[in-house]
């Protein structure tokens, strides 16, 4: 699990999920500027970690070619306090949920899937920003139970907090799931999962007054802090890691991660691993349900998942709506035992983002 060092970089790539963006193709950039704001709750915004020119933008992604070396100025984060810090630090680029009414805070530093060791390797290996992070967040949302939660017999550094050990089986380690295991309450009200990797941006944050410019990842079992925007190919070529004809470079592990559109695809702030699955065989396809009800039986949260996909198959959003689609916490068990090979958990991603659209345009009508 050692660190490598952060690469340099000639070429950014940030990818834009419900982001504005405020530059046009060639202007120039400072490292550390802000490219596009983020519309939706809680999601900070986009910054290049490179200083250069702006050589395309569209509605998924902008395009920075590196040139120079300027970077911006620092904030002073000292003197700011409560929701000033809260916006500041959105501007900054650090995902956090809205800091109202929070009871319960869980600091989840379980890794979600086999294979992903981010949060154990940063919890074992970079003790000042998170512990910037952790007394910052603390301040932030005033709970009256801040905890950490490891896996069972995790060895850690005294970080001064709380700790509730994980089991070890999946997804035990997902957010609903350790947040049931702290509150023994499925979907607990005023409580908030928060994921190590934003405690550790906001560490990081905190103790440069730079924007996210960074952010940890899993490549070949052991941990990279790599620039926002670095393209995936190169994030496994650092690590000496070739693709081949007919491999799927994945943002994330292999049961809950998002293939790459292209190699030059950059990584963002939510993925905690970039995956090479060699040749995946057999591949997802869009073939019908043969309704042996396999993802059902697997389903943790319960739910049908046949139904669900189904509906979101033939853009029935509502009817996925009504079948609780919101209530999946994605652990992808549906897809990888399905017999017939359907995307599943895409699926699934697509209805519950159609169900954030419509809700944002009813918003905005309002």
């Not at 379980?110 to 992903?116: K, R």
């Not at 060895?155 to 050990?165: N, R």
């Not at 934003?198 to 899993?218: A, I, N, Q």
């Amino acid at each position: 699990m050692t660190m490598q060092a952060t690469p340099s970089l000639d070429l950014a790539e940030l990818t834009l999920r419900r982001h504005c963006p405020l530059v046009t193709c060639g202007q120039s950039v400072l490292r550390g500027e802000r490219l596009a704001t983020a519309s939706a709750p809680g999601a900070g915004d986009i910054h290049t970690p490179i200083a250069g020119v702006v050589t395309h933008v569209d509605a998924y992604r902008i395009r920075v070619e590196a040139r120079g070396h300027d970077e911006v100025e620092p904030v002073d984060l000292a003197a700011l306090s409560g929701k000033a810090l809260y916006d500041k630090l959105l501007e900054l680029g650090v995902d956090l949920p809205p800091a109202d009414a929070v009871d319960t805070l869980i600091v989840n530093g379980v890794d979600a899937e086999q294979g992903v060791l981010t949060r154990a390797s940063l919890l074992a290996s970079t003790p000042e920003p998170l512990e910037h992070g952790l007394k910052t967040i603390h301040a932030l949302y005033k709970p009256r139970l801040t905890t950490l939660a490891v896996l069972k017999g995790a060895s850690i550094p005294d970080y001064d907090i709380q700790l509730t050990e994980i089991d070890h089986n999946y997804p035990a380690g997902l957010d609903p799931l350790v947040a049931l295991a702290v509150t023994g309450i499925e979907a607990p009200d005023h409580t908030e999962v928060i994921g190590l990797e934003t405690v550790y941006h906001l560490g990081r944050v905190m103790r440069t007054g730079l924007p996210v410019l960074e952010t940890p990842v899993t490549v070949d079992g052991k941990l990279a802090i790599v620039p926002v925007g670095m393209p995936v190919s190169r994030v496994l070529g650092e690590a000496g890691i070739v693709p081949a004809e007919g491999d799927r470079i994945v943002l994330g592990g292999f049961l809950r991660g998002e293939a790459a559109a292209l190699p030059t695809q950059g990584v963002d702030r939510s993925a905690v691993a970039v995956t090479l699955v060699r040749n995946p065989a057999p591949v997802a396809e869009d073939v019908a349900c043969v309704g042996c009800g396999e993802c059902v039986r697997r389903c943790p949260a319960r739910l049908d998942p046949s139904m669900i996909t189904s509906y979101a198959e033939f853009g029935l959003y509502d009817k996925a709506a009504q079948a609780h689609v919101e209530v999946c916490f994605e652990c992808g068990l549906c897809g990888f035992f399905c017999l017939a090979h359907r995307p599943m958990l895409q699926y699934i991603r697509l209805a519950k983002s159609e169900l954030a659209r419509a809700r944002s345009r009813e918003e905005v009508a309002l």
